[in-house]
């Protein structure tokens, strides 16, 4: 895997967790860099995107709570999650789209559980 995430874990609602993704190889400064998750039974989905020009996308359950940033010289992503709920837990995986071609990169995930 060319993607690598780290900063999960196990937080109480209300707290916050700060997710990386470092892009190893990958020919980053192109690519839109995404967050996704799945829920164990659920489907993978798209948590929030940002293009190689920096526009942002969210889901809109984690809008106003979460923030995507990359910094393309250090070639890394994050995902910053505030006012985390029991319904963020899940496994999070960074994802690399070429903008152009279908190629794609993933990460190997990192959970993400939202508990008292």
């Known amino acids: 895997d060319q993607l690598v995430e780290s900063g999960g874990g196990l937080v109480q609602p209300g707290g916050s967790l700060r997710l990386s993704c470092a892009t190893g190889?990958?020919?980053?400064?192109?690519?839109?860099m995404n967050w996704y998750r799945q829920a164990p039974g659920q489907q993978r989905e798209l948590v929030a995107g940002?293009?190689?020009?920096?526009?942002?996308k969210y889901l809109d359950s984690v809008k106003g709570r979460f923030t995507i940033s990359r910094d393309n010289a250090k070639k890394m992503v994050w995902l910053q999650m505030n006012n985390l709920k029991p319904e963020d837990t899940a496994v999070y995986y960074c994802?690399?789209?070429?903008?152009?071609?279908?190629?794609?990169?993933w990460g190997q995930g990192t959970q993400v559980t939202v508990s008292s």
């Open positions: 190889d990958v020919f980053f400064s192109t690519y839109t």
């Open positions: 940002i293009t190689s020009d920096g526009s942002e």
């Open positions: 994802n690399a789209a070429h903008p152009s071609f279908d190629i794609t990169h």
